[in-house]
């Protein structure tokens, strides 16, 4: 088992620092309580890294570098991000054996994706 903690995408700028405060304190609990548990957290800001590393984390995913990382791959290898995107967010299964009319699975599947997009 693991303890993946995740942020808010959708932080606005000014709470970008309490959420990440939040987050830190989160894994170093969880750290306190058990010291073998592998800890994956995702942080807003940059800074935050070796803050997260120091609270126990053993592996920690900034949201800002995460883009950054995609929008340079995009520049470099155009549609990557939409190769990428395309293999992350497939919609489960489960939707497509239901009796619902197609336009609600369309409708469906929209939020789904909506819900996980790196870019907004």
């Known amino acids: 088992s693991a ?3 995740l942020t808010d995408k959708l932080t606005a700028d000014e709470h970008v620092n309490q959420v990440d405060f ?3 304190l989160s894994t170093k609990s969880i750290r306190q309580a058990n010291s073998t548990i592998p800890i994956f957290a995702q942080c807003l800001s940059s800074s935050r890294v070796s803050v ?3 609270a126990g984390a053993n592996v920690v995913l900034c949201v800002c570098e995460m883009r950054a990382q995609m929008l340079s791959s995009s520049c470099h290898s155009p549609g990557f ?3 990428v995107a395309s293999l992350i967010h497939a919609p ?3 939707w497509k ?3 619902w009319p197609e336009h609600l699975h369309r409708e469906q599947e929209h939020q789904f994706r909506a819900s996980h997009m790196v870019f907004e």
């Open 92 to 94: 489960p299964q489960r």
């Open 3 to 5: 303890v993946i903690i």
């Open 97 to 99: 054996s239901s009796a």
């Open 81 to 83: 991000h939409t190769l």
């Open 52 to 54: 997260f590393n120091e």
């Open 22 to 24: 939040v987050n830190v």
